[in-house]
């Protein structure tokens, strides 16, 4: 039960805020932040209960739900889904604390918010395929609503791509589980059954999967930014309000490489070892372009957009890899990018922007005399998404170059080298455009006033994320002894 | 020593580091951060007094802290004791500990002083974690927080648009050696296994024989060693990664003395030293030796066309880092580590001594503003020139001992290679007995009045300065004998050399005293400062039109490409929308609605107003329909009988 409480609490906080008066958005706020709170302390819980490799807190029978079809709703999670369900809570509070002032239909807004929360947490907690699915769709709508109001520039346009990658990626995906629904067969014959744990037992007939894995693939990896259908996320983080681009940079996108691994790897084993090459040569696509992008941007937003698009390469690499220590640094590198990508995007996005007003690159001037403490703030957490030793990047990218090493060939690995180059590139190019120089276009502003200093939610939050990203960095084992247990139940399928 | 006291070493900077990130008051944050290196430091000589206790070929001391599981593998946390640690933490922290003293004095005016004490710390602890490393993973994640403060610290002055763009450059020149580093590291991990140095098996990286695996269609230990050197010309500014370090004296000077002079740019050094059995065993020293000799005498070319006083020191650093990669490539750990221990205490005290110059002349740092320095710094030109003495290895001066070691090596091993450091030798001479003329003879040519440094200042000056006279002599035998391994055991000396060493080094003061004794220094065109030197051979102009046209073409490509699929999806989009927008209005609208449904509906309602037209209401109508009725059922009744 414990675990299930995290898609029933922020479901309940949906309702209560859109309930409440919208010119009660000081209070509205702290229901907010409280609905928050409670859905990672429900994570904490299930973290410190956590013993094997194995589903814990399994909730729910077999065919319990539609059971002529094989539905049935059942809930549990495993190392795998652990540091998704501490990161989603992570984000979720830090995006209440980075819209701690929006007055702007804020119940609406937090309803829609749990919406998305609630289904991204029952994403992760699904044991069964037709439910994770029934989540992974209650996730999308609550986007379109996000960004369609509360959005920026082209708000209704990104939104709408947004909705039509979701669902074009959704689509495959349906595809997919049906054609696993009939093709999983054991001693008896078919399973016909959508139930994670009954269709582990049996197995799909090695020719099926090679058709079955790109759809299911695919149709994830299209949400997790996947080269060439990466092109949503930029577009979609930058409309976005910044609580809800810290979601879509930091979980949603991770939904989508959660499904790659859960459903595509877990179930298709032969599949993915046909295409593993595959994946990885996409994967450094991913990360070399993405980073050679962000580096022309002059949307300091959109420079964020597009190293999210590069950072989710090394999640589709460790992918590739399909051995324990790339998989592990495949999720620890979603726990570490929901972190700092999420930070970057809240920085960018409400500390910087909210005080210059603009995000344009070329139109900001000396902005580390201007706002000193927020520049090196700035500066930490562009250290932590290079990847720099001591923060959890590093760990995560060390984890996916070891297994890269161990399975796919040298060459990926000088590719990867050269994408974290790359990283390192364009973020210190951005950093100095940013922050070290003279405004480009316009006049100079002829006193330099200092901005504001950081605000208490701010930096409440920024200590927050960056925090977990240096604990991980510096203690990797607090994840990995809980990632590794269940990863080798996943991998099982691949020693025969 | 025990594995918490020699943790200890690197983890008191760091906690400083903590410590002064939250401090405001520059004075009591450098007093902190002088208390933990001086603490350091004096756990290190512990440290190095029992290293040096051990034998050559006694089996180092470890102390190893398991940190994460790698699937099967532990890996390791931990340090390694044994000589070249003692040596090389005891130089660090030594070295540090003056210069962080001499900060103090010249910070004392910078507001954010507190900040520089942070960051000077973080790098201390960094680089100690660098020499006492035992583990290839624990050395690379100090090795990036060294570069991180190096990068923060060059950029200090970020008013200054030049040092913010000379940290960026330094920064990510360095960080090209480091790919290669990382990705060797892991084929390390990939061929042996571990990630240790040393184990207490003795199944470490270096204690295992690595030749009989192959990687990239060599054998391992080539191509291992190869990565590593990558990431050691990197951060020791070698050819052709050089460009990055005479940018990086747009940090305050403090910060050359210490990280580009005496111990950052030196870990390259330290790091082939450590992992010396790779090269070894993989015979990439000659490709080491080369490396080292051709900068040694590029950048010594370099700094005779040079005028920025700090400029000049920081091609000689080049120079000299390069001649300890000759002197590790033909004689092995000691000798170059020798040389890198010497350097280490002159090259400081040439760039305090310069710091203190600058300082003098109200931040003045061209060489043809300078002259007659002699007279109102004396303390600064006597160290000065102690330090210039050790540095054009003049007889019986730290510098000449350790670089004789070099160039008996390279006599023995690689004659070519002895040439081109001989070469290198007299230009040393040259440009520094050039840099002296300018800036001690003659008479004031700046603005303003130059005055001598406070003695925060010039008492480590002149510390400093004894150590440079006299290291040489003092541990020469101590060293050869404890540094280990040897490549060839060192022979008898040979006459020969010391006496070409010794003719070098006068030679070229000599040389340069006939040319700039007669010039009128500053005006008249200098006559050894070519275009070639004085442009720095073009490497950066270069790098511009080759690696640097190459990546705006990457960025290009890449930029057109997602035009492109940007294009593709918004045509996608308006694809999808066209067909939404035919089924709306060439489906539903027309086809549907008008012609289906709306198009029955009319029907039924033209039909109906036609059948009800005739229902008007008006008599004469209906009685004429009645009678026409009548006419045609009498007509009906009449055919059917």
Request: proline share 4%; no cysteine.
């Given at each position: 039960m414990t675990a299930l409480l995290t898609v029933i609490l922020s479901f309940i906080g949906a309702l209560l805020c859109g309930f409440m008066p919208a010119s009660a958005h000081q209070r509205i706020r702290w229901v907010a932040l409280a609905t928050a709170v409670a859905g990672f302390a429900v994570s904490m819980v299930c973290y410190f209960d956590i013993t094997d490799g194995k589903f814990q807190h399994i909730l729910g029978e077999a065919e319990n739900w539609i059971p002529t079809l094989g539905i049935s709703f059942i809930t549990g999670y495993d190392g795998i889904s652990l540091p998704l369900l501490l990161v989603t809570g992570l984000v979720a509070i830090c995006g209440v604390l980075f819209s701690?002032?929006?007055?702007?239909?804020a119940n609406q807004f937090y309803a829609y918010y749990f919406a998305l929360i609630g289904g991204v947490y029952g994403v992760f907690l699904s044991l069964d395929l037709f439910l994770l699915f029934v989540f992974y769709e209650i996730a999308v709508v609550p986007k379109y609503f996000l960004i369609a109001i509360w959005?920026?520039?082209r708000r209704q346009f990104a939104a709408m791509k947004l909705v039509l990658y979701s669902f074009g990626g959704s689509a495959l995906v349906l595809l997919g589980i049906i054609a696993i629904f009939f093709l999983t067969k054991d001693a008896d014959g078919a399973i016909k059954s959508f139930n994670l744990l009954e269709l582990q037992k049996g197995e799909v007939a090695a020719e099926a999967q090679t058709w079955i894995f790109p759809l299911l693939f695919l149709g994830f990896a299209i949400l997790a930014g996947m080269w060439p259908f990466h092109t949503w996320a930029p577009t979609g983080h930058v409309a976005a309000p910044t609580a809800t681009s810290m979601l879509l940079a930091g979980v949603v996108m991770k939904l989508g490489a959660y499904g790659c691994l859960r459903v595509a790897v877990g179930l298709l084993p032969e599949g993915a070892q046909e295409w593993a090459t595959c994946i990885g040569i996409f994967a450094i696509i991913n990360i070399v372009y993405g980073a050679f992008v962000a580096l022309k941007q002059d949307d300091f937003k959109f420079v964020i957009g597009y190293s999210s698009v590069s950072h989710m390469g090394f999640v589709l690499l460790g992918l590739a890899t399909l051995n324990e220590i790339g998989l592990t640094g495949a999720v620890l590198q979603m726990f570490s990018h929901g972190v700092i990508g999420a930070l970057l995007f809240a920085i960018v996005g409400t500390v910087i922007y909210t005080r210059t007003?603009?995000?344009?690159l070329d139109e900001l001037h000396h902005l580390i005399d201007r706002m000193p403490g927020i520049a090196w703030v700035f500066v930490a957490a562009a250290l932590a998404s290079m990847g720099l030793p001591g923060f959890s990047g590093f760990i995560s990218e060390l984890y996916v170059l070891i297994g890269v090493w161990e399975s796919l060939s040298g060459w990926i690995l000088i590719g990867a080298g050269f994408g974290i180059l790359m990283t390192f590139g364009y973020t210190l190019v951005k950093i100095h455009e940013a922050f070290f120089r003279e405004r480009k276009t316009g006049d100079a502003p002829k006193v330099e006033t200092p901005y504001p200093a950081m605000t208490i939610p701010e930096k409440v939050g920024i200590t927050i994320l960056l925090g977990a990203s240096l604990l991980i960095g510096i203690c990797p084992w607090i994840l990995t002894d809980k990632i590794t247990p269940s990863l080798e139940l996943l991998l099982k399928p691949f020693a025969n | 020593m025990t594995t918490t006291t020699l943790a200890l070493i690197p983890l008191l900077p760091l906690l400083a580091a903590a410590v002064t990130s939250l401090m405001r008051d520059g004075k009591r944050a450098s007093i902190v951060a002088i208390a933990a290196l001086l603490g350091s430091c004096l756990l290190s000589l512990i440290a190095f007094n029992e290293a040096w206790a051990?034998?050559?070929n006694d089996a180092p001391k470890l102390f190893n802290v398991p940190w994460l599981e790698l699937g099967k593998t532990k890996i390791n946390f931990g340090f390694v004791l044994n000589p070249l640690t003692g040596a090389m933490a005891a130089m660090v922290t030594f070295v540090g500990s003056l210069i962080f003293i001499y900060s103090a004095g010249y910070m004392a005016q910078d507001k954010r002083m507190a900040r520089f004490f942070c960051y000077l710390s973080l790098f201390a602890s960094g680089m100690l974690g660098v020499v006492l490393a035992n583990s290839l993973i624990l050395f690379f994640m100090c090795w990036e927080i060294v570069g991180v403060a190096s990068y923060l610290l060059i950029s200090f002055w970020n008013h200054k648009p030049e040092a913010a763009a000379a940290g960026k450059k330094a920064f990510i020149v360095t960080r090209i050696g480091d790919i290669g580093f990382l990705i060797g590291i892991l084929l390390a991990f990939k061929v042996s296994g571990t990630l240790d140095f040393y184990t207490k098996g003795g199944t470490g990286i270096l204690e295992q024989n690595l030749t009989s695996h192959m990687a990239f269609g060599y054998q391992a230990a080539t191509v291992i060693s190869f990565l590593l050197f990558i990431g050691a010309v990197g951060k020791s500014g070698q050819l052709p990664l050089h460009v990055w370090l005479p940018d990086a004296m747009e940090g305050p000077t403090p910060v050359s003395a210490l990280i580009h002079a005496a111990t950052m740019v030196a870990a390259g050094v330290f790091l082939v030293a450590r992992t010396y059995q790779l090269f070894d065993d993989g015979g990439t020293l000659p490709l080491v030796t080369w490396v080292g000799a051709i900068t040694a005498l590029v950048a010594a070319f370099i700094a005779l066309g040079q005028y920025d006083l700090k400029r000049i020191l920081a091609y000689s650093t080049v120079s000299q880092l390069g001649l300890m990669m000759v002197g590790i490539g033909v004689a092995g750990v000691s000798v170059g580590m020798f040389h890198l221990l010497t350097h280490a205490f002159f090259k400081a005290l040439l760039f305090l001594g310069a710091g203190s110059i600058i300082h003098g002349c109200h931040e003045e740092q061209d060489i043809r503003k300078m002259g007659g320095l002699a007279k109102p710094m004396p303390f600064t030109t006597i160290a000065y020139l102690c330090g210039t003495a050790a540095l054009v290895a003049f007889p019986f001066t730290s510098g000449f001992f350790s670089k004789d070691e070099i160039l008996m090596g390279a006599w023995a091993n690689d004659r070519g290679a002895f040439w081109i450091a001989t070469l290198a030798s007299l230009l040393t001479a040259l440009y520094m007995t050039r840099q002296c003329m300018y800036v001690?003879?003659?008479?004031?040519?700046?603005e303003h009045a130059p005055h001598e440094s406070p003695p925060i200042m010039t008492v480590p000056l002149l510390i400093l300065s004894v150590f440079a006279l006299g290291l040489g002599a003092l541990v020469k035998n101590s060293l050869m004998e404890h540094l280990h391994p040897f490549k060839n055991p060192p022979t008898e000396h040979e006459m020969i050399v010391i006496v070409i060493s010794v003719l070098v080094a006068l030679g070229g003061i000599v040389l340069g005293f006939m040319i700039y004794r007669g010039q009128v220094l500053g005006q008249a065109a200098d006559p050894l400062a070519l275009k070639p030197f004085e442009r720095k051979f073009w490497f950066d102009e270069i790098y511009e039109a080759t690696v640097g046209q190459l990546w705006t073409l990457f960025i290009i490509i890449s930029e057109q490409l997602n035009e492109l699929l940007v294009f593709i999806r918004d045509l996608a989009v308006e694809l999808a929308s066209r067909i939404g927008n035919g089924f709306s209005i060439g489906g539903d609208r027309k086809l549907i609605d008008s012609l289906a449904f709306d198009g029955m509906c009319a029907r039924l309602r033209c039909a109906g107003r036609t059948v009800t037209r005739?229902?008007?209401?008006?008599l004469p109508g209906y009685l004429r329909l009645i009678a026409l009725g009548t006419v045609l059922l009498g007509a009906l009744v009449l055919w059917t009988r």
């Open positions: 701690w002032d929006l007055d702007n239909r959005g920026g520039v007003k603009t995000r344009m | 051990m034998a050559a001690f003879r003659g008479t004031h040519r700046g005739p229902q008007n209401g008006f």
